[in-house]
T-cell receptor
């Protein structure tokens, strides 16, 4: 079973729509969780951390469900500039140094 | 804004040749990483480096790979004898703290092995 699994999409949504991505992780010992964004042929960039209590940053909301071992990302009022691949990232290593990346979910926001 | 820089941006090499990819992490960061991404696939962890030694490595990081911090600024990845399947984008990353989750990635070095 993969460490981190994501629906690859693609998700094609109109501007202004709300879209949600889920990600599951296999190891219950996983410690920290993040969403990264990767534009085509570019490097990943941190979008937001995911906390047990849930957290919000503007139009973006992240949730963690440890019991079911999944994290989610909700994007409200989608913008064209949100078009990218969203990567779920989990830290499991004993030293906290090993980040596991999901394959990413592709989002295209359509005018 | 401080950034991680990588060179070269693209390297083409023949199978069996040695390749060195270079990275300059953000100056006050203590933890350094190499990741790779084969086209269309996920970002894969290769190795992490702290205090001048490898702290973790993945099963991908076999004997043909090595890392070095030859001076106070550069962090290098060497592939001793490249294979076709080494063709990928190699990302260097650094972080200020352990467990922080915020990795700062360089723009990547695309390696093409012919």
């Amino acid at each position: 079973r993969k460490e981190v699994e994501q629906d690859p999409g693609p998700f094609n949504v109109p501007e202004g729509a709300t879209v949600a991505f889920n990600c599951t992780y296999s190891n219950s010992a996983s410690q920290s969780f993040f969403w990264y964004r990767q534009d085509c042929r570019k490097e990943p960039k941190l979008l937001m951390s995911v906390y047990s209590s849930g957290n919000e940053d503007g139009r973006f909301t992240a949730q963690l469900n440890r019991a079911s071992q999944y994290i989610s990302l909700l994007i409200r009022d989608s913008k064209l500039s949100d078009s990218a691949t969203y990567l779920c990232v989990v830290i499991r290593g004993a030293t906290g140094n090993q980040f596991y990346f999901g394959t990413g979910t592709s989002l295209t926001v359509i005018p | 804004e401080p950034e991680v820089t990588q060179t070269p941006s693209h390297q083409v090499t023949q199978m069996g040749q040695e390749v060195i990819l270079r990275c300059v992490p953000i100056s006050n960061h203590l933890y350094f990483y190499w990741y790779r991404q084969i086209l269309g696939q996920k970002v894969e962890f290769l190795v992490s480096f702290y205090n001048n030694e490898i702290s973790e490595k993945s099963e991908i990081f076999d004997d043909q790979f090595s890392v070095e911090r030859p001076d106070g600024s550069n962090f290098t990845l060497k592939i001793r004898s490249t294979k076709l399947e080494d063709s990928a984008m190699y990302f260097c990353a650094s972080s200020e703290w352990i467990y922080t989750g915020e990795l700062f990635f360089g723009e990547g070095s695309r390696l093409t092995v012919l």
